[in-house]
């Protein structure tokens, strides 16, 4: 496999610091690791001194892509952080080339994967839902969380080209006894029997699934996502605040 240079992880910057930035780091030294066969140390203190830099000269809370290349420079780029209403809408999009039955990281420039998200909204889309022969893979820039009439919590199966959900990781104490959350594969063709989906992402935040292609999704209250939805928006989960 052609290894792109460099990796990356992208994180929220909020007023009070940055969000799960141990988990951001972790996920990079590993996807380093695997990809060039070296370990990298990142230095925790460094980073936190540059982000509050940046937290200086830009209006928070922004995003922060922290990419390192295979010699160990570490690059840090801001962003603004977009706005979504709490409901998006969903357009399936290709999943790019190259990346099939192996874990997803984040690497290279990934253009294709900003061209996915810009063809989604060109098409009256908030976000792209990345599809292969039928079979849900991963969001653009978030995990689909779907709730299923069988009582069933499901994200897609990462073996066939998903990003490890650092945001969905930190919820898993929200979740608690309450949910357990499976991964297997999801067909566009279950979306029928879906009572219930939301999106999970650094950069979109938490928010319910209104439609993909078009086709409304169930908003069902009793599904289970509703009072863990209101809870972490209560506790400032986002913000940094819980």
Known sequence: M???????TTLRLNPNGPLFLDSHVSRLERAYA?????????DLDDLEKSLSIISQSRELPCLV???????????????????????????????????????????G????????????????????LLVDQDMIIDGDTFTPLFAFTDGEFVIPDPMMGAVESITLRNLEHYFGKRIRIDQRKVALADLSMCLDALAVGTGIGIRRIA?????????????????????????GFIEGLS
Request: proline share 5%.
């Open 2 to 8: 052609e290894i792109s240079d460099p990796v990356f």
């Open 65 to 107: 892509r922290i990419q390192v290349h295979q010699g160990g420079e570490i690059a840090m780029i801001p962003r603004p952080l977009e706005a979504y209403e709490s409901s998006i809408h969903l357009i399936t999009q290709p999943l790019p080339g190259g990346i099939r039955d192996q874990i997803r990281y984040k690497q």
């Open 211 to 235: 439609s993909i292609d078009g086709i409304s999704l169930g908003s069902d209250l009793e599904a289970g996502l509703e009072d863990i939805l209101c809870e972490i928006e209560d506790v």
């Open 34 to 42: 695997v990809l060039f066969d070296t370990a990298l140390m990142v």
């Open 109 to 128: 420039d990934w253009e294709a994967y900003s061209n996915t998200r810009r063809n989604a909204i060109t098409n009256g889309g908030d976000a792209a």
